[in-house]
């Protein structure tokens, strides 16, 4: 199951009693001010879930998939997500549970 931004709305009006129009306000205020400081070069850190971070990845050879063409893939940051040891646990025992 995927899990959208209206996913989080909906329980956030379901479970805590925000109207609908607050609840997107919250949510979409939340990932503007992850990626307001991910843009700005800094870590967000969300105790108990895990940190984003930025990573400098290096120019590498590559392959166009469709030519077969040998192509240099630029440098770039990229966002990494690592998770935290109590997700990481939560994870853990879930998949114990279901097998």
């Known amino acids: 199951m ?10 956030l009006n379901n479970e805590i009693g ?3 129009r607050e609840a997107k306000e919250l949510v979409d ?5 992850i990626k307001n400081k991910l843009e700005k070069g800094h870590e ?16 590498r050879p ?4 469709r030519t077969g063409e ?4 630029t440098a770039r940051k990229v966002v990494t997500f690592k998770s935290g ?3 990481k646990e939560a ?8 097998e």
Do not use: M, Y
Not at 54 to 59: C, V
Not at 62 to 65: E, H, I, K, L
């Open 85 to 87: 040891q109590k997700l």
């Open 62 to 65: 590559g392959r166009n998939p």
């Open 91 to 98: 994870v853990k025992t879930l998949s114990s549970d279901s």
């Open 29 to 33: 205020s939340l990932f503007n001010n």
């Open 70 to 73: 040998d192509v240099e893939i």
């Open 2 to 11: 995927t899990l959208t931004k209206s996913d989080i709305v909906e329980d």
């Open 18 to 20: 925000l109207n609908k």
């Open 44 to 59: 967000v850190k969300l105790s108990g879930f895990g940190n984003f971070q930025l990573k400098n990845k290096s120019p």
